[in-house]
């Protein structure tokens, strides 16, 4: 079994429509549930998780996630300018592809936080990683239970922790949080042009080497105006 990760890329440069009119002069990792940004909810935990390096990617409003972050010492944090061009998730990964080492590294949206029973989860997903017969790993929510999302699920988990997409018609009991571990040659000689992450996962799925863990607690998807209040109420009283 592998080690897990000490480096993770932070998906931080959305446009956050969902989110708007907050967004229109606040950048969504920087909306605040339990007195935090979602932002540091998740460096907070891929920290607890053992990761060391955290590679956050910018574009909208840029500049506040930069002043946010400034003073942050752990995980040591490195930005990802893409103010130029919007990359989109596959494109921000190959942007920054040497820095992994060549190593499989932490994915992270910055757009959901979650209740951990009754222990770090990042830390669980790292000790899960098995790169031997893992492409990716994904940490996996229950969908009935989560707060904030909707339609049919994103996949089936077989007894072998194997996922399997649903097919038409079919609804599924898994959602993806956001959160997972991927590897790095799966980008070697991709073109740097904006491109979306899904399509390796159901790759990865083809192969049987999509995998995922499902989180023992509660996720809670801030995706909407209408979701941080309810995802205040849960979590403060997850720290009362």
Known sequence: MSAGPEKALVFAAGLGTRMRPITLSL?????????????DHVLDRIEEGGVKDAIVNVHWLADQIEDHLAGRTAPRIAISDERDLLLDQGGGIVKVLKQFGGKPFFICNTDALWIDE???QVARL????????MDVLLMLADMKTSLGVEGRGDFFRGADGRLSRPAAGEAAPYVYTGVGIIKSELFE???LE?????PFFFAAAERGRLFGLPLKG???HVGAPETIEKAEEIYRASVA
């Open 27 to 39: 950048p969504k990792p920087l909306v605040r549930v339990g007195g935090k940004a979602m932002l």
């Open 118 to 120: 009754p222990e770090p």
């Open 126 to 133: 790292a000790r899960a990683w098995d790169g031997d017969r």
């Open 189 to 191: 000689g991709c073109p």
């Open 194 to 198: 904006p491109f979306r992450l899904a």
């Open 218 to 220: 509660r996720w809670l």
